[in-house]
């Protein structure tokens, strides 16, 4: 779904130019999405698992770590992390990032047509700190490590294939992957204050056993336009792959990142912005800045990023509220869940079932405060379509 053109985010520097005390937006000015009124109406009381919901939606626990899944003899991991689901003949598999160090890996979750867990396993063991990732159009899951000089790794999410490590994807602070179809690419996001922004470009598509890892470079202050520059060495070493290029921008600790309709979103948690390229222009933009919000800010911490057939986007909080809020097509940002009492943790994992009808996450330290005390959950209502 097309999204009205945002904020243009003229970036010098990480610091927003200004042309007569306004950000530049091209042929016109205006703020980034504003607080509003959700589409999906007011947060209700908390419910027995301790979310407010919307009226009609509903919310249960699907695994808690360092006990079994519910209906399967798998012991769920620690620190639920980046998560996504993919279909599963009538039915769909979620697969979570393990975000602890060392160990990590990722496990998945299988479900029934009607939502019955039918199985839980591993797919990913021995990595660190598995913290995002991504899928792959081919239906595999990147699972990224936020450590330097990280790896990308590809997983089964149905766990027959063995999880292949891919160097050529770069070695950094990994967060997030996104697929981009149709210029046949990945874009991956950086975890430190001055990270980078890249995309990889396989030699063929389907396969990222190798490929070029590029840099987005900013161009022109006054017109918020990028381009994209070969990394010479993504090994990473001795000299870090966000400081080999001249003129790579910066970005304050890349977080989440989403892609659909020739655009991709990504989260920085330093500045609490949600960045949008537009990869038809190559501009990039701001679609969230709570510098910038008029009043309370509604989102605070943002983290992993998803988005919805309706176009709405996801936006997952790094402590703050503990909510998870919404970013409409029009603009208005406002809380879609909140965990109360979990204070300690942190909304992760965000993605909905192939049918769009459920939405997965976790709060990663929800029970106790610690890796140890993570919880994942799923809500069922009427998203729009």
């Not at 919310?59 to 992390?81: C, L």
Request: proline share 6%; hydrophobic share 35%; glycine share 14%.
């Amino acid at each position: 779904m097309e999204r009205r053109t945002l904020l243009r985010a003229a970036v010098l520097g990480g610091s927003s130019a200004v042309l007569g005390g306004t950000l530049w937006r091209g042929a016109a000015y205006a703020a980034p999405a504003q607080p509003g009124t959700s589409p999906y109406g007011a947060l209700g009381a908390p419910d027995a698992n301790g979310i407010r919901l919307p009226s009609g939606f509903t919310s249960r626990v699907i695994a808690r770590s360092g006990q079994t899944v519910p209906g399967t003899s798998y012991t769920w991991h620690n620190a639920p992390d980046g998560g996504a689901c993919y279909a599963d003949g009538t039915g769909w598999i979620y697969v979570s990032n393990s975000e602890i160090n060392p160990s990590g890996g990722a496990s998945a979750v299988r479900f029934s047509s009607t939502g019955t867990v039918t199985g839980a396993y591993r797919i990913l063991s021995g990595t660190r700190q598995n913290c995002a990732g991504g899928k792959t159009p081919w239906n595999t899951w990147l699972s990224c490590e936020e450590v330097s000089l990280g790896y990308v790794y590809e997983t089964d999410p149905w766990g027959v294939d063995a999880a292949v490590q891919r160097p050529a994807m770069g070695r950094f602070k990994h967060e997030a992957a996104a697929a981009d179809p149709v210029r046949k690419v990945v874009y991956l996001t950086e975890d430190e204050t001055d990270g980078r922004f890249y995309r990889f470009v396989p030699t063929t598509w389907g396969s990222l056993a190798s490929g070029t890892l590029q840099v987005m470079v900013a161009g022109s202050a006054t017109s918020g336009s990028f381009t994209w520059a070969n990394v010479p060495d993504p090994d990473g070493s001795p000299t870090t792959t966000r400081t080999q290029v001249s003129g790579a921008k910066s970005f304050n600790g890349g977080e989440g990142c989403h892609y659909a309709d020739d655009t991709v979103w990504f989260t920085t948690k330093g500045d609490n912005r949600v960045w949008q390229l537009n990869l038809v222009n190559n501009t990039y933009e701001l679609a969230y800045d709570d510098s910038l919000v008029s009043g309370t800010a509604p989102l605070t911490g943002v983290d992993n990023i998803t988005g919805s057939a309706s176009g709405d986007l996801f936006v997952a909080e790094d402590g703050g509220n503990m909510e998870i809020c919404v970013i409409t097509p029009s603009d208005v940002v406002a809380p879609f869940l909140r965990v109360d009492g979990q204070s300690g943790s942190e909304i992760t994992g965000p993605a909905f079932s192939p049918d769009g009808t459920r939405l997965y996450f976790s709060s990663q330290r929800g029970t106790s405060g610690s890796s140890s005390g993570g919880i994942t959950y799923e809500v069922k209502g009427p998203f729009r379509t």
